[in-house]
């Protein structure tokens, strides 16, 4: 299949990319620059230069494709409209990446009992609601003769195989760790995180484009822990025997933003992956986060 990636050269879209062009797809994917257009040929990948903003180069791309994946921004509506008013009657499939922080709530580093699967209600939180309207936006296309389908993966971890190579979360908490010579999260960091192995995520997309129904929703994980866990694994790995320390939430807003601690590094986002191993036969088989830390791809 001709298939059309957005975020070729990220961490999620150029996993994802790398894996459909090595299944023996034709990929194109877009890049921003020259620099990231070498990088991602390196991977089997037909570079188009461009940006979301670029309506035209994203509406010839999804044209010249037989399926799209949408893996470089969660939030860009100019470009899903773009991509999907494209797409809109021919039966293809677009597949969207979100991202499970659409329910997560501000919880200054407090768990929560609260667990959401994929019937479960929620309301966004108002940093979230713009995401959560995208969301149901892309859905509705499946009544407009688009096969629309939005993967919503939890925090996730391990080394891109694309030509982006570093996640979010855990690459801030072992870069801050180094800083400070001790790991340290927001508030008491007992807030919790699903989280899954970008190993096992990368293949759900295939899975995706293959199987999934029009209108289909999946969140993604393959266990949970808290930031205090996380927090002790990287010490662990860095051979420091101290507890981690907690930071107050306005030292955390210094380290890494008032909106990345908030809704990131000290919320909540507990779900459950039921419909993805129900319906698709997804089967995560990577090593959990704590050993990935200790034993794997970030030990120095």
Wanted: net charge negative; with cysteine; hydrophobic share 40%.
């Amino acid at each position: 299949m001709k298939i059309f990636c957005t975020g070729a050269s990220g961490y999620i879209g150029g996993s994802v990319a790398a894996h459909l062009s090595a299944a023996g797809h034709q990929v194109t994917g877009l890049v921003r620059s020259a620099e990231k257009a070498d990088a991602v040929r390196t991977f089997g990948i037909e570079p188009v230069v461009g940006t979301l903003d670029d309506a035209q180069v994203l509406s010839r791309a999804a044209q010249a494709a037989d399926v799209v994946v949408n893996a470089a921004s969660a939030d860009h509506k100019g470009a899903v409209v773009a991509l999907l008013n494209e797409l809109a009657g021919t039966g293809k499939p677009f597949i969207h990446t979100s991202g499970s922080s659409i329910i997560g709530t501000r919880a200054r580093g407090e768990p929560t009992d609260a667990v959401f699967d994929e019937d479960t209600p929620f309301t966004p939180s108002p940093a979230r609601a713009a995401r959560v309207a995208l969301n149901e936006f892309i859905l509705s296309y499946r009544d407009k003769g688009c096969r629309s389908v939005i993967i919503c993966p939890s925090l996730i971890y391990g080394i891109g195989h694309g030509a982006g190579r570093d996640s979010v979360q855990v690459p801030l908490l072992i870069r801050l760790a180094k800083k400070r010579g001790n790991a340290a999260h927001a508030g008491p960091g007992e807030n919790i995180w699903s989280n899954v192995h970008i190993d096992d995520l990368v293949p759900l997309y295939a899975l995706a484009i293959d199987k999934a129904p029009a209108g289909a929703f999946y969140f993604v994980e393959n266990g949970e822990n808290s930031m205090r866990e996380v927090c002790a694994a990287i010490n662990r790995m860095r051979g420091i025997a101290e507890p981690p320390t907690a930071m107050s939430m306005a030292e955390a807003a210094s380290e890494w933003g008032e909106g990345t601690a908030e809704d990131t590094m000290a919320s909540n986002s507990r779900v459950r992956a039921n419909r993805a191993r129900r319906e698709l036969g997804w089967q995560p088989r990577a090593r959990g986060l704590i050993e990935e830390i200790e034993q794997g791809c970030y030990r120095e």
